[in-house]
């Protein structure tokens, strides 16, 4: 006889083939979406999560106007770390699309906007005697979030770092060096101290070389295969390998590879792999944009698919990969998470949680700074709206494909 619990697993899995089909088959009926529409809507949602960050911090207000929320277990020091985490992370993902030139559209007007407050907020930054003067000397959490303020200068080199008078430029240096006072946990956090180094090499700058090749070197032992990094010497299903290891580990590597220190050959190898993951990440969302919330720092809600971003931004997707069915896919993802108000307070913070205001999922490291991880989803912005990712007509993504029963590309492992 079959047990009751073995009947209620049987008929909700029966529901979800049902209501996954459903979506699915509704997809095709639905009159497609222009690539200007899905770009309003990724637009619409950057502008929203980023806004707060940056023009509080232009108005030297962030420490007085951000909410400070934890989840149960928290165990850092909050106000040491949460304002740098929240300024650097939005930087990183929102740099790309700063990096585009002006123009006189709305979302050209929203862009120049953001654009002028964040370089007024970066001279706050770093300014001592500013109220939001941020934390970059004490504790380790800050390892982190420099690398995010490294890494946005590395994406938007002539919008965020060139436009910076001298003094602020100095600032920062002396705030990247001042790092080397401390080293992080044995994982994905060598690549952090490892691009701010990239980074001032980038800009002719003394920087620790040891630093730098330990980083690439325990990436290199750590590789499991199939586009797959351990983060540290044993391997952890959750979204590392795109919230951290893949991107960085790209940019560093091209910081190299440009500067003569490492052979081009290992920032090829580095960005076949990125692809590849990326492969991945376009597989998971399901038809209807949702995507499994498995693993350590799901808080960080879109930075899951930076990976597949990037590449899209680069311009690198698999020739079966069209840019167009990842733009549909990635934009049912971000209607799903900031079309309504669910993760957000009634100020337009971020909340804690994936999709909902759930504390009780977040981390002993993760704070309300910490959620702008999600800016890192958004990458493709950076290409221009005329850009085929863009223009090009809806498409179904593989899983979407795959239920409606369409043909999909069979996925196999590479060696490489």
Not at 267 to 291: C, F, H, N, W
Not at 315 to 343: F, H, S, W
Request: charged letters at 25%; aromatic letters at 12%; a positive charge.
């Amino acid at each position: 006889m079959i047990s009751f619990h073995t009947k209620t697993i049987l008929l909700w899995s029966f529901l979800l083939v049902i209501c996954t089909s459903a979506a699915a088959q509704q997809f095709k009926k639905d009159k497609p979406v222009s690539g200007a529409q899905d770009r309003k809507v990724w637009v619409k949602a950057l502008y929203k999560i980023a806004y707060p960050v940056v023009s509080n911090l232009a108005k030297g207000t962030l420490k007085k106007n951000m909410p400070l929320e934890t989840g149960p277990k928290y165990g850092l020091g909050l106000k040491s770390v949460t304002y740098l985490e929240a300024v650097g992370r939005t930087m990183a993902g929102i740099a790309p699309w700063l990096a585009l030139p002006d123009d006189r559209t709305d979302e050209g007007k929203m862009r120049k906007e953001l654009r002028s407050m964040l370089l007024k907020g970066l001279k706050n930054a770093v300014d001592p005697k500013n109220p939001d003067y941020l934390n970059f000397r004490t504790e380790s959490q800050p390892i982190v979030d420099a690398a995010y303020v490294a890494q946005a200068f590395i994406r938007a080199p002539k919008a965020l770092w060139e436009p910076l008078d001298k003094e602020t430029k100095a600032r920062f240096v002396e705030e990247f060096k001042a790092l080397r006072n401390r080293s992080g946990a044995y994982n994905n956090w060598l690549l952090f101290s490892g691009l701010t180094e990239g980074f001032l090499l980038s800009i002719g700058e003394e920087y620790d070389p040891a630093r730098v090749q330990f980083a690439v070197n325990k990436m290199k032992e750590w590789y499991v295969g199939d586009s797959w990094y351990s983060d540290g010497a044993k391997f952890s299903m959750d979204y590392y390998n795109s919230y951290v290891i893949h991107p960085m580990l790209v940019d560093l590597l091209k910081i190299l590879s440009d500067q003569k220190k490492a052979p081009v050959s290992d920032y090829d190898q580095a960005l076949k792999r990125m692809v590849r993951y990326s492969e991945y990440l376009e597989r998971i969302i399901s038809p209807e944009g949702t995507y499994p919330a498995y693993g350590r720092s799901v808080t960080y809600r879109t930075a899951a698919f930076q990976a597949l971003a990037q590449t899209a931004l680069m311009e690198k997707l698999p020739d079966y990969v069209k840019p167009a069915q990842v733009r549909c896919a990635l934009t049912k993802v971000i209607q799903n998470m900031y079309t309504g108000d669910q993760n957000f307070d009634d100020k337009g913070w971020l909340v804690l949680g994936f999709n909902g205001h759930q504390p009780a999922i977040a981390d002993y490291y993760t704070s309300t700074g910490s959620l702008y991880m999600a800016t890192l989803g958004f990458l493709t912005l950076g290409l221009p709206a005329d850009n085929e990712f863009w223009t090009d007509a809806a498409a179904p993504w593989t899983s979407l494909k795959a239920w409606t029963g369409e043909e999909v590309v069979k996925d196999y492992k590479v060696e490489y």
